[in-house]
């Protein structure tokens, strides 16, 4: 064996971080076996159960909402009072300090799907991207701040990553304790808000980096493995819309569409409404249409160098009805760049009106309109594309 082979095998396995292996291994099981016999043998008091909700959506909040949304991606601005109940809440839910989660997650967005510097790389494996990137100490795992200097310069955040220890055992014994002692039921509060609560939000959480890698579909992009997942989007409040997220990391939605479940997009807006955040960021409705329909394309286009191989019925005729389509795609666009053009033009000279404004929003909206209307027939074209091809024996 060479001294190369040697020192890859040995970064294969770094030595076991026996902190985090032993507390995720205890509160695993106890979550599987103590919970439920306790459940069963005593049964849970309503308190226990308002409990557990509670600090449930209060952990997962503070960390989509806050840790990711807000102090990875800056996709708003929030009031102290808000980044401080986020920098609790978040430190309850134990997964690292501020400090250490966004800069880990900034580096995932950088190197996404590189070995050698997304943390938590899809690409080597479930298990790894789930929670294996946490048990051993890894070189993509080490704490890096070289990209955070604006969290450094948040005394909230730096407040946390320095009593974090603290926070931790207040928030997730001293907590839950309190309150069980409080309701009459110490332990089934302690057992559903405490243990259970925090085995389910961690697992929700890895889901992120390891399910929605893996299941789902691609309809932004197809250059990293992040997916569009309604289930996960559900479990995550609103992070399950990773391909998204992936491709549009400042905006402050991770599902666009107003239909689409989103409850973290909700809570900003609804701070936002209430005077606490601030500066929305949000990808314009026509930069978001475009990129779906390039993937489209790019599939078509893929779908036909394949039918190119073998004789295929009607493939010249879908070729030439493609043609058209993306004829009339780029047309569109070079019409809103010199709409664009217009607009910023006329801004720098001070010659916007509000008629001026009105009638450029409603061209906007008619050009996303016609970019939606186009996705639609795109769909159905490449069905058809995909028909003929499996009609045809490879
Ligand atoms: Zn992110
Ligand atoms: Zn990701």
Request: proline letters at 4%; hydrophobic letters at 45%; one cysteine or more.
């Amino acid at each position: 064996m060479t001294e190369t082979t040697v020192a890859t095998t040995a970064e294969k396995k770094p030595p076991i971080n026996w902190v985090t292996t032993i507390l995720f291994s205890l509160t695993f099981l106890c979550a599987i076996t103590v919970v439920p016999w306790y459940g069963f043998t005593h049964g849970f008091s309503a308190a226990a159960w308002i409990w557990f909700f509670v600090f449930l959506a209060a952990n997962g909040f503070s960390i989509t909402a806050g840790y990711h949304r807000l102090w990875a991606h800056r996709a708003y601005e929030a009031h102290w009072s808000v980044r401080l109940v986020f920098s609790i809440f978040g430190a309850m839910a134990l997964q690292n300090s501020i400090l250490i989660w966004a800069t880990d997650h900034r580096r995932h967005h950088r190197f996404v799907d590189q070995n050698d510097g997304d943390p938590y790389s899809a690409k080597r494996g479930f298990w790894f991207s789930h929670i294996g990137w946490m048990l051993r100490y890894w070189k993509t795992g080490r704490n890096d701040f070289s990209n955070g200097k604006d969290l450094q310069a948040d005394p909230i955040v730096m407040f946390q990553h320095r009593f974090y220890l603290p926070i931790v055992l207040a928030t997730n014994i001293g907590l839950p304790l309190l309150m069980g002692w409080l309701a009459g039921d110490l332990w089934g509060v302690f057992l559903l808000a405490g243990v259970l609560r925090l085995v389910l939000n961690h697992h929700f959480t890895f889901f992120i980096n390891s399910l929605a890698h893996i299941w789902g579909t691609q309809p932004y992009n197809d250059n990293n493995t992040a997916r569009d997942n309604p289930v996960l989007a559900f479990l995550t409040y609103g992070e399950g819309y990773h391909n998204f997220h992936h491709i549009f990391d400042r905006d402050y939605r991770n599902a666009v569409r107003w239909w689409q479940w989103d409850p973290t997009k909700w809570l900003i807006a609804t701070l936002a409404g209430i005077g606490l955040a601030g500066k929305l960021q949000r990808v314009p409705d026509v930069t978001i249409e475009r990129a779906r329909l390039a993937m489209q394309f790019k599939r078509a286009q893929a779908a036909l160098e394949q039918g190119a191989q073998r004789p295929v019925p009607q493939l010249d005729t879908l070729r030439e009805r493609l043609a058209q389509e993306y004829e009339s795609f780029q047309a569109t666009l070079a019409e809103w760049g010199k709409l664009r053009d217009q607009w910023y033009g006329a801004k720098r000279q001070q010659l916007a009106q509000r008629w001026e404004e009105a009638s450029f929003r409603t061209h906007v909206r008619e050009i996303v309109y016609r970019l939606r209307m186009q996705r639609r027939r795109m769909q159905l074209l490449t069905a058809q594309l995909q028909r003929q091809l499996q009609l045809q024996p490879a």
